[in-house]
């Protein structure tokens, strides 16, 4: 089974903060994926990464930033949080297939104080 | 663009069937899938449509109309565990498996 792991559950942050968001799934995956998830507006991508060292922009990038050093690992990186960003963090991967679904982790709910 | 529409909620009874609708509208077009999540976790994959027709998993089918741009979820003899929200996923091809989501639809079922 594909494990996608998220390495923290909750975390409360101070505006003005650097805060990473990291992520490691076990499946040799190419493509991994970093979504936010808000009441009303579903899940919205903010970047993904096809390789190791690559990295496109979502559809809102805007105050992220992502590092993808090694295959299995993905991390979301907040500059400097603002309250805003307040909202539940979503780690995915995919293989290359076409038929090939998303796997999520369970998610990092981030409050930003 | 693309944009994914599905309703915002359904209400049903234990043992009865819903279906819910997603309708969408994209370039280039690879694939539809369903998840299902419960509160305060992830979501789970469902099920996967890329040509015409109907998908069955059980008590749970996928139907799929590329020329409409339509797809539902089918859920029958509902169960109390199916009380969760349903997300209806579209992937393009051009995208490195980039996948775009609708809103979801949270389905409560009443006994």
């Known amino acids: 089974d594909v494990k996608v792991t998220q390495s923290s559950r909750y975390l409360v942050k101070r505006t003005g903060e650097k805060v990473f968001l990291e992520c490691v799934q076990d499946m040799d995956h190419e493509n991994m994926f970093w979504y936010r998830q808000d009441p009303g507006l579903g899940l919205r991508l903010i970047y993904f990464?096809?390789?190791?060292?690559?990295?496109e922009k979502g559809d809102i990038p805007e105050g992220y930033s992502v590092s993808r050093e090694k295959k299995e690992r993905f991390s979301l990186i907040l500059e400097s949080a603002s309250t805003n960003q307040t909202s539940m963090y979503l780690c995915?991967?995919?293989?290359?297939?076409?038929?090939?679904?998303?796997?999520f982790g369970n998610g990092t709910r981030l409050t930003v104080t | 663009g693309q944009n994914i529409d599905q309703p915002t909620e359904m209400t049903a009874t234990e043992g009865a069937i819903v279906q819910i609708n997603c309708t969408y509208q994209t370039s280039g077009f690879n694939g539809l899938f369903w998840y299902q999540q419960h509160a305060g976790e992830a979501p789970t994959f469902l099920s996967y449509?890329?040509?015409?027709g109907l998908e069955e998993k059980g008590r749970f089918s996928s139907f799929l109309s590329r020329s409409k741009g339509y797809s539902y979820l089918l859920l029958k003899e509902l169960q109390m565990k199916d009380s969760a929200s349903y997300l209806c996923a579209v992937k393009k091809t051009d995208s490195w498996g980039k996948f775009q989501f609708g809103a979801g639809t949270q389905v409560v079922v009443t006994p």
């Open positions: 995915a991967s995919t293989g290359v297939r076409d038929n090939s679904p998303l796997h």
């Open positions: 990464s096809y390789d190791v060292k690559m990295k």
């Open positions: 449509n890329v040509l015409d």
